[in-house]
């Protein structure tokens, strides 16, 4: 155990794609927790397609990064020093304690974890943040019917993988659409989806047209751009399109223009963005959902985990390109 | 009374910008009622938005006109000739009987309005399909809390100035939209509007922007286009944008492209897409409540009635570019 501190900066705003030298490695002295702080060591952290956005200047839902602060992401984390007689050491919890291997904290915002309830690392993916969002918006704003068309971007993903998971729990068809021939055995065999469309194909609207013969009632969307224009024409009347991420528009610096809004009129569609740290009161029945769907064998997961807190920007380059499969994690060391 | 029928027919599909020539119009015999069926008079025609949609080839929410088909349009109109037991000589109701003069009905779809209640042309608008639009829109989807920000676009029009009236009897503050100063007087001083902004200002943005310091918490969208891009990046959290028509498009080969759709994840904006006829059974809730809203005189509607139904297609293509004030009707003499 080192006992001094690496964080991860942002070093620069991206202009277009992030590239590594946005980032900077530092190292530091050790924080030193005052009254009624406590000491963390961070062992993962999550690596999410939103911290591309707070790196930008401007408007997002939570306050951008300044240039020379620490890079904003949620980590899993052990007490190892505590003045506050909420935490002991030892304690396992999820915080947004930053990509830095110690944090402090005054304990506001964390949620312990039950090592016995799983691996550490699954409370930043299925059983964290991601699970919950694909919980929320596949349940509570698609409202799937069983029978029904679901398709969900980014399928392999933390969040598209749990999504298309829950739907076939609920008697669904579902087509996952993401990027790469590769991700297909992972999407069909290994998540049980119906179908698989790469987005990459140079057919790709004529192949996700064929994979939805019905047309489509819910898609889960994190990803807009031009999966979202096409998946517009397919809708069926009164579908529904939970909002959930642009990862389309994040690298880039000309948004997509989506042009088949108007079938959200001639279908009646119903979207919906939303954040789901609005939602804590529906966490503990998203995750006692989720833990028993994991324990009964019916929800399955897979992690990527990049190794060393330095290898955090090429981790959210890559995960920002599609490179990985499930949850993105880095291995803090 | 003429005893020759009057019908515009569709006679080319518009490329772009509808033109006269897409129509024609022609004498044919009087329509002669068979058992079962009436046979009406129509007096007004209503002239709305979505016509221009159905001259399209492709795929609406309706069925599309074929060439030669007489033009699909809402009339007021008398029941000069009855072979049905529940229409008698005299009666006035409102139906989809199309742009012609007179017309036969075996009854199904038509709405008997009461001489009693109103002039008979303000079934087609205020009391009839826009003003119960406006109702739905706003109070059903859009459900304003007084003190909110209601914007309106189209703010002129049949529907817009409905919605705006009804969100100021909802305590909110209301900010109209529509193209041209002239209309500043008629939004602001007759409608009550708290203030009016002219899309075809070259300052639009600047000028919208200013006009709702607080943001935007319901936008009634009947335009698309760089208005509703616009509205998107003034959205307040948890605002609500009913999606009513897309003008904007419906007069070009080649629709907008909306660039600001991520705030609508950012700021957890719910939009949706509606059509009244699916709605029947709200329908006499709405126009109670527009009936005693009319009688109290807080709620006010404005005609723009052209005259001869030879005039109805000019009176389409003003409507498109906006000339209308109020409800665009045609007088069918």
Known sequence: MSDRNLKVLLAARPNGAVKESDFEVVEADMPKPAGGEILLRNRFLSIDPYMRVRMNEG??????????????????????????????????????????????????????????????SAHLGVLGMPGVTAWYGLLQIGRPVAGETVVVAAASGAVGSVVGQIAKIHGCRVVGIAGGKMKTRHVVDELGFDAFVDHRSPNFVRELTAAVPEGVNIYFDTVGGVVLDTILTLCR?????????????????????????????????????????????????????????????????????????????????????????????????
């Open 59 to 120: 408007r997002s839902y939570a306050t951008n990064l300044q240039i020379g602060d620490v890079m904003v992401g949620d980590t899993a984390a052990e007490v190892i020093e505590s003045h506050n007689p909420d935490f002991k050491i030892g304690d396992t919890l999820v915080g947004r304690l930053g990509w830095q291997r110690y944090a402090i904290s005054n304990g506001v915002g964390l949620r312990k974890v039950d090592p016995a309830s799983g691996p550490l």
């Open 237 to 333: 009347p009164f579908s529904r399109i939970p909002l959930c991420g642009m990862i389309n528009d994040y690298d880039t610096t000309q948004p997509y223009g989506v042009q088949n809004l108007y079938s959200a009129i001639a279908n009646r569609i119903h979207l919906e963005g939303f954040i789901i740290s609005d939602h804590a009161e529906l966490w503990p029945q998203a995750i006692s959902d989720l833990s028993s769907w994991i324990r009964t064998g019916i929800l399955t997961y897979r992690e990527t985990v990049s190794p060393g807190l330095e290898t955090a920007p090429s981790a959210l380059i890559g995960l920002l390109k599609g490179d990985n499969l499930g949850k993105q994690l880095v291995q803090i060391t």
